[in-house]
């Protein structure tokens, strides 16, 4: 089955509404291309946080948006969903993908796991709404609390987030896997499920969005980790042409000589290297084909799961397939292969190295900077990155792991303008969220980015939900518009333009990225290094 069957599906039905529709959508059934769907208000009583239209939100969930991965559709490009006739009680979330490891008790896993979930406050099927679509970080699931789209869809945003594939399910390449896509689709490569799961969810949003009150021609697609690597590889895909209005990458793009690039989300295999993984895996569960692979109990695969950033023998991620992958990083910008779109991106204070609350020793710290950088610029970054003491020698540590992730976000936005026209935004966010002892961490924006703090369980304050309404403010503008201004908010300036990112969370505004000194000395270091 050809992967564009979504165009073919999108030209062989008319899409049904109810023609001038004017109360919340749970009120009526909605028609989707493979059938009618049932939603439910998002609320029973009013939700913490000041939502202004808690009222009108409608959220369908677990709706499929392809079939099942298990058994002959293992490892292959998403199939069509089977269309259904009788309504679909969209009122719990659908299986989540195997890989997943949050959520693991309250729902089911399963491969018959793509499936998304919306939320609305359109009260109109021809509100034209503008959309948003969330890409999960690693491990995790569109049923998480922390992912939650009412806040979104408070501020006039449709909000749509799905599971997708990870670990050996959605990242196994094999030599025979490349000859059986290479028949389906033209292209011999392999290894880029959970990203071809990625681009069908975006097309079926495309295909079905307008009957929930969203428009079809304005998709940002939005993500955090390896969520924000999806982001990236949607706006960088040749397949996605025509259908996305803007990139939101929270943590986040790295300058493209930054040898982070290979090891944390955004990383990938080339095409040679995945099929030898692929067949040593295959080799490690005493099986040598592609049939006998698909034979296999679920739980053997995984057993052995590999997500971004883990410690694994094994590493399932991205393959440079030059398909849905068009080229290195490094290329695909200076050669303007990616969509010429706004892009939001940035990092927090905490995270890629820097760890709050770290006490190290000058022995450690040495040591780290001799494995990193090597050489005479060991010494170069010690001068920049004093210590003479333990403590001096974990502010040291974690300063040049925070300034190496800002100083490589703003050098990729300079990359981005040698060919492409559209703004970059940098942000910084250094915000600690209550009842947690791992300050401003990876993930920890989520919550004030999607305002759902009523979602998740900490002990928050009115400093959080004010933060919570300027971060979402920022972000739902950027989705509305491409640009985060707009009234009541510090200027966001662009990062083509300046040498700064915008400061959010315990402060608003413009800041340096680093030292003049600093910038010059990670732009030395990173020209000297491979390009991915």
Not at 208 to 213: R, S
Not at 396 to 416: H, I, K
């Amino acid at each position: 089955m050809n992967f564009n069957y979504f165009t073919a599906v999108a030209s062989a039905f008319l899409l049904s509404i109810v023609p001038g529709a004017s109360a919340a959508l749970y009120n009526q059934v909605i028609h989707t291309s493979h059938g009618p769907v049932q939603g439910y208000p998002a609320f029973n009583s009013t939700p913490a946080g000041d939502l202004s239209h808690w009222k009108d939100i409608t959220v369908w969930k677990g709706i499929p948006f392809a079939a099942t991965t298990s058994g002959e559709n293992r490892f292959r490009a998403p199939q069509p969903a089977s269309p259904w006739t009788k309504t679909l009680n969209a009122k719990s979330f659908g299986h989540v993908c195997p890989s997943a490891t949050s959520g693991n008790n309250a729902y089911t896993i399963d491969e018959d796991c793509l499936n998304l979930n919306i939320w609305s406050a359109a009260n109109s099927t021809n509100a034209k709404l503008r959309v948003v679509m969330w890409s999960y970080p690693a491990g995790s699931t569109g049923a998480d609390a922390l992912f939650d789209g009412a806040g979104m869809a408070d501020q006039g945003v449709v909000y749509v987030n799905y599971n997708y594939r990870t670990g050996s399910f959605g990242w196994l390449a094999s030599p025979e896997l490349s000859k059986e896509f290479a028949q389906e689709s033209g292209s011999k490569a392999s290894g880029n499920w959970g990203l071809l799961d990625q681009i069908a969810a975006l097309k079926w949003i495309h295909t079905n969005i307008a009957a929930f009150g969203g428009d079809p021609d304005h998709i940002t697609v939005m993500g955090q980790s390896a969520g924000s690597a999806a982001s990236q590889h949607l706006l960088h895909s040749p397949l996605t042409k025509g259908l996305i209005k803007g990139a939101i990458i929270q943590s986040g793009v790295r300058y493209p000589q930054d040898p982070l690039c290979s090891s944390l989300a955004e990383n990938y295999l080339t095409l040679d290297a995945a099929e030898k993984q692929g067949t040593k895996y295959m080799a490690s569960l005493n099986v040598s084909t592609l049939a006998q692979m698909r034979k296999l109990p679920m739980k053997d695969l995984e057993t052995s799961l590999a997500t971004f950033g883990s410690n694994s023998a094994w590493s399932f991620t991205a393959t440079l397939d030059h398909y849905a992958i068009p080229d290195t990083y490094y290329n695909t910008l200076v050669k303007g292969l990616a969509h010429d779109v706004p892009v939001l991106t940035g990092n927090t204070k905490d995270e890629s190295g820097a760890t709050y609350g770290l006490n190290i020793s000058m022995a450690t710290y040495l040591r780290n900077l001799n494995s990193t950088y090597s050489g005479h610029w060991v010494q170069k970054f010690l001068d920049l990155y004093p210590a003479h003491d333990s403590k001096t020698a974990s502010g040291a540590y974690n300063s040049q792991f925070t300034d190496r992730s800002n100083v490589g976000t703003w050098l990729w936005a300079r990359l981005w303008a040698t060919a492409r026209t559209s703004p970059v935004y940098n942000y910084f966010w250094d915000h600690a969220p209550p009842s947690q002892n791992q300050g401003a961490a990876h993930e920890s924006e989520i919550n004030y980015v999607l305002n759902n703090l009523y979602a998740t369980d900490k002990a928050w304050t009115q400093k959080d939900y004010a933060i919570a309404r300027k971060m979402n403010g920022y972000w739902v503008n950027f989705i509305k518009t491409g640009d985060p201004n707009g009234e009541g908010l510090v200027q966001w300036h662009p990062a083509n333009a300046t040498q700064s990112a915008h400061h959010v969370g315990n402060g608003w505004g413009s800041i340096p990225v680093a030292s003049e000194a600093k910038v010059s000395l990670f732009k030395s270091w990173f020209a000297t290094l491979k390009k991915y």
